[in-house]
T-cell receptor, first 114, second 109 residues
């Protein structure tokens, strides 16, 4: 079975550009989580969805970040405009509803903003 | 907000040695989890603990849920080169996980 799929795996962009990260959760998983990982701050939850509805976006750093989940099999995390301090690895994870203890992580997108 | 203190930050051990790492929190968690992250990959769940005092094994890995529900430890016995990576503890708060900063494990063969 396919795990969580993220694209692109690597993204290099210039400051001010729009960046869109994509995630396909595991089929049948109704909860989806976006995380950011940096050396300084570790693994931080940005936002999570249940049944395509955003439940908690308190981790989203600022208005430049937005996330959508138009259907059960696709989610995006967008940064507009991007800044060098957004450079990090962004992970998407999914789980069965109510099973945050069993989250399956994707391979991550390494974002570099120059 | 809730924070987890994970120690040690890193370990460099000889192959065959046992490893111990732990995680403490100022808050109570009802679930403790341990993940491993290999380079270039996302974290993978190793062990989940659901009850205070619970001791659970997964092969050479053993983890315990502290009786105060504010701490957990992970032991790895007879380490091997493929054990290298970053180990994270996590506590479950509602439908969210709070992660520790990670323990970097290096193994000398």
């Amino acid at each position: 079975d396919a795990g969580v799929i993220q694209s692109p795996r690597h993204e290099v962009t210039e400051m001010g550009q729009e960046v869109t990260l994509r995630c396909k959760p595991i089929s049948g998983h109704n909860s989806l989580f976006w995380y950011r990982q940096t050396m300084m701050r570790g693994l931080e939850l940005l936002i999570y969805f249940n049944n395509n509805v955003p439940i908690d976006d308190s981790g989203m750093p600022e208005d430049r970040f937005s996330a959508k989940m138009p259907n059960a099999s696709f989610s995006t995390l967008k940064i507009q405009p991007s800044e060098p301090r957004d450079s990090a690895v962004y992970f998407c994870a999914s789980s069965l509803p109510g099973r945050a203890d069993t989250q399956y992580f994707g391979p991550g997108t390494r974002l570099t903003v120059l | 907000g809730q924070q987890l203190n994970q120690s040690p930050q890193s370990m460099f051990i000889q192959e065959g040695e046992d490893v111990s790492m732990n995680c403490t929190s100022s808050s109570i968690f009802n679930t403790w989890l341990w993940y491993k992250q290999d380079p270039g990959e996302g974290p993978v769940l190793l062990i989940a603990l659901y009850k205070a005092g619970e001791l659970t094994s997964n092969g050479r890995l053993t983890a315990q849920f502290g009786i105060t529900r504010k701490d957990s430890f992970l032991n790895i016995s007879a380490s091997i080169p493929s054990d290298v990576g970053i180990y994270f503890c996590a506590g479950r708060a509602g439908n969210k996980l709070v992660f520790g900063a990670g323990t970097i494990l290096r193994v000398k063969s």
